[in-house]
């Protein structure tokens, strides 16, 4: 598992007769390598929410997979260059993200009126004449079980992270302290 | 929800075909008031694993439950006073667990091969003539779902104590450097 790609980006999330409201998204891209019982690579793409621990959308995208995606929206990309033509996409929305009226922008969009079941993940570039659709991705929602797999791995490294605190502050107190003394004699 | 027991124990685990093994179980006893439509109490006992996000199995108790466990297992209590005699059985067996011999046990056994299904949790006296069963408790493993949302809630709290610690290396910090500073001019 290689991870490409894991930043917080703007995205405009639009739900059946509900505003257009922004919110700020996680979006992680991992290369998974499997090398039994055949040689594999499957893109996976998630987006989640670090305030909200249920949201959770994903995609694998198999070489097979990606094959209908790139005839179906028009790629000249192989597979093996789509992450990194991905990643440069994402990247142009968060410089554009500061601007009053930013040419990339980033849409989630969803056919129930609340946010759930499969949602549309695209990259839109809109120019004076018209928007234009650079990549959409069907993400689906993730089962309780996903969830729950997720959630477990966010809880474990968050664990590890607190311990490294818990071991940084006590090596600053004893460390601060023993110079405090020290100056102090 | 009033929290009224919350620790870690050690319980001898039993399944199918296998050896019995120790682990450290934290057993969580909480006392849940609905008001609405109807007052209702409801206890609830949950047991998990520090180790293992995964691991949960749960029962709720309520009122009239409580009234067939009092037949089923003989008990002479009433509702009100069981969570008390319940956590004064488990305190008995927090202090017997340095003993060679200890004398107040806790068992989770379950029909499967693996720790899966419904699991019987007991708290088991043993003397010189035989083992008696002070209450015998039948939990059920948590679904997807609920294990979902015990792990939202671990993350949350375990959140809230990272930044807090943040916070205290942060002052612990400025507070340090500042007496250092004084006593070095």
Redesign the interface.
Known sequence: MEELFNKVLQVNVRCRDCEERKANIRVTIELQLTTSPVHKRDLLVRITDDID??FLFNLAISEEDFQSLKVQQGLLIDFASFPQKFIDLLNLCISEQTSDSPRFLLHLSCQSPVLEGPANFSVIETNAFKHLNHLSLRLSQA???E??DY??V???S??A??HA??M??KT??DD??R??NY??Q
Request: glycine content about 0%; overall charge positive.
């Open positions: 621990p249920y089962s309780d079980k969830v729950k959630l477990a966010c809880l474990s968050l664990k992270e607190k605190l818990e940084k502050l600053t107190e601060l302290t110079q405090l100056a102090q």
